[in-house]
C-alpha cells in the first residue's frame, strides 16, 4: 500500500491524544461527582449505565477518528477490480475488388460502415487496432481505446491491388497484447507482414495459454489470390494462417461484404467479374472458434459486436481506496450513535 499524501499520517497522533482527553475528562467528571453528592446516596439517585454500554460507542467512534485520519493520507492499495481485458483488430480488405458495386456504392464503403458501427457499439474500456490488407497487410492503428484516431484511419482507406487474407489473420495475431514478439510462421515469407521482426526477446519465450484474450475482425469480400511464398498456394497459406491464430488464442471473426453471384466491375474500360465467396470467410471463422456474420444481417453483426467487446477480468488494479475507508467509518459513527441511543438514550 502507498499514500498520495503519506505527511497527513501524522494526523494519527491525534488518535492517543484524544484518548488521553477523554480519559482524563472522565476521571474528573468522577472526582466532580463524589465531591458535590454522598457517595452512600449516588448509587440510588442515579443508575449509571454499565461499563461495556459506556465504553463500546466510545471505541467505536475512536476507530472511526483512526479510519477517517488514515484516509486524509490517501491509500493507495491493489484491488481485484473487473477490467475489460477485450482486445480487437479490425483488419479491413482494401483491396481492387473491395471497388465493385454490388453493394451501394461499393463493398469498401459498406466495410468502412461495418468498422464504424462497431466502435459505436464496442465498450469504451475496448481496446481496438486497425489494419488494412491487399497485398500485404499494414499496421495502421496499433490496438487503443483512442476511437478518434482509429475513425480518422479508417476514412483514409485506400485501394491496393491482391488479397491475402493470411497476412490479415497473421498481422492481427501480432498486433494484438502480448504477442508483439510472437515469430511468424516459417511456411510463410516474412516480407508479407507490416508488424517487423523484433530482435529475439532476452527473457523467456511468449507462452500462449497466458495470452490476454483477443480476437480479430475480418471485413472482406472472401476473395484470397495472393501468396508471398511461390510454393504456397493462397488457401494453403490461409490455413497455416489460421494454425497460427488458433495456437496463440485468437479468435477470428469475419464479416463477408458483397452479394452472392458477385458483380461486373468495369475498369480501363473492360468488364470484370468480381466474385463474392463467403465459404473463405466462413471456412476461416470455423477453423479459429470465431463467427462469421453477413454483412447485411445488422441484428447479427450487433451479436457479433457485443461478444467481441466485453471480456471481464478481475485484476489488481491500483485504486485509492480513501473513500471506501471514509465510508466504513460512517458506518462506525452510526452504529456507535445507535448503541449510545438505545443503551443511554442520547447520542454523543
Known amino acids: 500500500m502507498s499514500f498520495t499524501w503519506p505527511a497527513l499520517l501524522l494526523a494519527l497522533l491525534l488518535l492517543p491524544v484524544t484518548v488521553a482527553v477523554l480519559w482524563g475528562l472522565e476521571r474528573r467528571r468522577q472526582r466532580t461527582a463524589q465531591a458535590f453528592a454522598d457517595a452512600h446516596l449516588l448509587k440510588a ?20 477518528l483512526g479510519v477517517l485520519l488514515f484516509a486524509a493520507a490517501r491509500p493507495v492499495a491493489a484491488l481485484p477490480l473487473p477490467v475489460n481485458k477485450a482486445a480487437v483488430v479490425l483488419a479491413i480488405d482494401t483491396s481492387r475488388s473491395m471497388l465493385a458495386s454490388d453493394l451501394n456504392p461499393n463493398r469498401l464503403e459498406a466495410a468502412r460502415a461495418i468498422a464504424l458501427e462497431f466502435l459505436r457499439v464496442a465498450p469504451a474500456t475496448t481496446q481496438i487496432g486497425l489494419a488494412s490488407f491487399s497485398d500485404v497487410a499494414t499496421v495502421l492503428v496499433p490496438p487503443t481505446t483512442d476511437r478518434e484516431r482509429v475513425r480518422e484511419a479508417i476514412a483514409q482507406l485506400k485501394v491496393a491491388q491482391n488479397t491475402s487474407l493470411a497476412s490479415a489473420v497473421v498481422t492481427g495475431v501480432r498486433m494484438l497484447p502480448g504477442r508483439k514478439e510472437v515469430k511468424p510462421p516459417q511456411e510463410l515469407t516474412p516480407r508479407m507482414f507490416a508488424v517487423p521482426d523484433a530482435p529475439a526477446p532476452s527473457g523467456p519465450a511468449p507462452q500462449p495459454e497466458k495470452m490476454p484474450p483477443g480476437a480479430i475482425l475480418i471485413i472482406s469480400d472472401g476473395v484470397n489470390n495472393v501468396s508471398s511464398n511461390p510454393e504456397v498456394s493462397a488457401s494453403d497459406g490461409l490455413r497455416i494462417a489460421s494454425r497460427f491464430a488458433s495456437q496463440w488464442k485468437v479468435k477470428v471473426y469475419t464479416v463477408g461484404v458483397g452479394r452472392e453471384g458477385g ?22 471463422a470455423q477453423d479459429t472458434d470465431g463467427k ?20 471481464i477480468r478481475w485484476e489488481p488494479t491500483r485504486t485509492e481506496v480513501s473513500a471506501l475507508l471514509s465510508g466504513l467509518a460512517l458506518i462506525l459513527l452510526v452504529v456507535a450513535g445507535a448503541l449510545n441511543l438505545h443503551w443511554q438514550r442520547r447520542v454523543p
Open 45 to 64: 439517585v442515579l443508575r449509571p449505565a454499565s461499563r461495556a454500554h459506556r465504553r463500546w460507542p466510545l471505541v467505536l467512534q475512536l476507530v472511526a
Open 292 to 311: 462469421y456474420t453477413y454483412a447485411p444481417s445488422q441484428d447479427a453483426l450487433r451479436e457479433v459486436f457485443t461478444e467481441l467487446g466485453t471480456i
Open 263 to 284: 458483380a461486373i466491375m468495369q475498369q480501363d474500360g473492360q468488364n470484370y467479374y468480381v466474385p463474392f465467396e463467403p465459404r473463405t470467410l466462413q471456412a476461416l
